[in-house]
């Protein structure tokens, strides 16, 4: 559904199929602005101009404001919606007079007469907008003496406002046709990016295919290290590191034109790019939840995002634009994949040294499969590395004599080669030590169980994934 315009502008039948600049005067602010009006817009059109709307609050910053234009016979000004009720409920001005300015820098042009010139003179109806040249801030009205540092502020973002509306104003504006919501706020609509300056030329097609490969060039080297992460931290690191690079190829992206037969597919990947870059920054997340724990299974789970299929969806349209040049991109996107939930059979050993005459017994009363690592001293690899599934007992002998630290993962889907589980994982040990000593009529066996038992006398404590003894 298309947003309760802020302003509306008539046209006549007759300038609809071509591109024509209307000069409105915007009644929130009193400001005067060249608009421009794409050609082949439907009547009950409305156009989105980014960050110049009234503020949603006091002293608050600007929102979009909506322009909806309609096609009218004799059509050929800019009036306030004089119908139902006022636009993010504020208060329409009475219909006997005419509305003024919410900031009291003078009344709005009536309904009935052309909008202002910026310099009083005739109304710009002709001809494009003048975008060379300083911005006009001389045409706006007065705005009130400032009594705080906050005026002085607000004066200062109304400049900048009126600058970046100029550079705005030569890429086309965001719309919403008749019972179309195919494109809305957060949305692009197609043609070149929202960075694109002010009457850019579409680029070759060998340009365009250049900075296509340099996406690739630039983000598949980050895919590369997340599918090589072997804890979560790992899968964290690597996921800031495709942000970052995809963020670089969306704004080059933004700036250019690309060729005619590619316009569309151009904004369809800069729209699956996007939200790509939000699905691993979802996926960093989960990582460090533990819900993500090898990059196996980041990739899986980006693999089935709608953002993946958005970005081959555009692969392919963009493959097919031209036939003279099949443009490519996009091989870094992760193929589509389910979850596995590989486990080994409850009490198989990953490693074992046998010397010795003692034995620990393991009760894992859990929900998730485990691996206990016993680390002799300070030793940095395990001498016993033994596989326990939820429910699970075992009983460990011949442990040779000495004090050991025991470390347990738990977790879903144990991958053999990265041996680790690969989702919804943990890494924790006992803070007490353990000691096996051995004499000729007596030897130790400890017991041990991986959830909290009544009467036990053991704490646990978490793990930092790097800090894990591997087997």
Partial sequence: MAPNPDLIIDIDPSEAGSEIVRTVVLPWSGQSMPLRIPA?????????????GPATMPGGPPRDAYVQVRIVPGGGGAIPPQFGAAPFGATPPPTSAPPTS????GPVPPTSAP?????????????????????????????????SGRGKVLVIVGAAVAVVLLIALAVPLLLWMNGDDSTGPGKTASGPGKDTPAGAQPISAQEYQALLAEVDKSVAP?????????????????????????????????????????????ADLLRGLEGLGDSVAETGSAAGAGEVCLGSSALARLGREAASEDVRSA???????????????????PKKATDTNRRLKNGTFLKRVRSGQGQLKIENGGSTDAVINVVLGSAKSPTVSVYVRAKGKLTVSSIKDGTYRI???????????AKSFSRDCDFSRFEDTFKFSTTSSQYTIWTITLTPVAGGNAQTSDVDPDAFPGG
Avoid: C
Avoid at 116 to 133: E, R, Y
């Fill in 40 to 52: 082949g817009l439907s009547d009950g059109t409305v156009l989105r101009l980014p960050g110049i």
């Fill in 102 to 105: 919410p900031y009291g820098t």
């Fill in 115 to 147: 909008p202002t010139a910026p310099f009083g003179g005739p109304p710009q109806f002709g001809g494009p907008p003048q975008f060379g040249g300083p911005p006009q801030f001389g045409a706006f009205p007065p705005a009130p003496p400032a009594k």
């Fill in 222 to 266: 980050a895919f590369t290290k997340l599918a090589g992460a072997k804890n979560p931290k790992a899968v964290g690191s690597a996921v800031d590191g495709i942000e970052t690079a995809l963020n670089q190829q969306i704004e080059a992206l933004s700036k250019v034109v690309p060729p005619a037969n590619a316009a569309t597919a151009h």
């Fill in 315 to 333: 692969q392919q349209a963009l493959a097919a634009a031209d036939p003279a040049q099949p443009y490519q991109v996009g091989s870094f996107v």
């Fill in 407 to 417: 470390y347990m993962t738990s977790g879903k889907d144990w991958d053999a080669k």
